[in-house]
């Protein structure tokens, strides 16, 4: 036998049994997603805890999964971190500035010392050398005639870098054996 609907505009009812079906039917998903995601949220926790192990052993970081506390405790490393790189940064520009101020400092006495080294067919033995404040500097040089002399040469580039230059040439002498000439210089650069 057919069944025919005699009541065209009769109320549909639902059922109890069809209600909870249905309520059951979204709220399946919505916890299946839940648990999924607590279930990746510890898979993730448990393998940053085995790839850093000696992070979380150093700053005894638990494996509770309160994220308030995990937030907490990252934000209070990372502070501490940020201390360190700025006293880092500090120290480093402290040094920055220390080995400039040794260089300006150094950097007259590279030009002296390149000056006494430079040339070679002129002998040069110091007495004396003193670089402070004031650059004191007494040599005995054996320097042919016909080329500068390497005192001549230093003394334009004590000059040259801002020193008031007083020279005093003690003895000057001819080596008829050699055929070049001995002297004895002593001079002063003060700034």
């Known amino acids: 036998m057919e069944r025919i609907n005699l009541f065209r505009y009769k109320k549909p009812i639902l059922k109890i049994s069809s209600f909870l079906t249905l309520t059951l039917a979204l709220l399946l998903p919505v916890f299946a997603m839940r648990f999924t995601l607590d279930f990746y949220k510890r898979s993730v926790i448990d393998s940053i805890y085995n790839n850093h192990v000696r992070i979380v052993e150093k700053y005894r970081i638990s494996r509770s999964v ?11 490393i990372n502070n501490q971190l940020v201390q360190t790189s700025k006293r880092l940064q500090t120290q480093i520009d402290q040094l920055e500035n220390h080995i400039k101020t040794f260089n300006e400092r150094t ?10 080294q430079r040339n070679d067919s002129n002998w040069i033995v110091l007495r004396e050398f003193v670089y ?6 007494s040599l005995y040089e054996l320097y ?3 080329s500068v002399k390497t005192a001549d040469q230093l003394e334009k580039v004590l000059i ?3 020193y008031k230059v007083t020279k005093s040439n003690e003895y000057d002498a001819q080596m008829t054996f050699l055929g070049k000439r001995i002297s004895s210089v002593s001079m ?3 700034r």
């Not at 950097?107 to 006494?116: F, K």
Request: net charge negative.
């Open 66 to 76: 309160s994220l308030p506390n995990v937030l907490s405790t990252i934000d209070a």
């Open 107 to 116: 950097e007259p006495l590279g030009n002296i010392l390149r000056t006494l």
């Open 132 to 137: 402070a404040d004031s650059v004191k500097i």
């Open 144 to 146: 042919d005639p016909s």
């Open 160 to 162: 040259d870098l801002g």
């Open 188 to 190: 002063e650069g003060r």
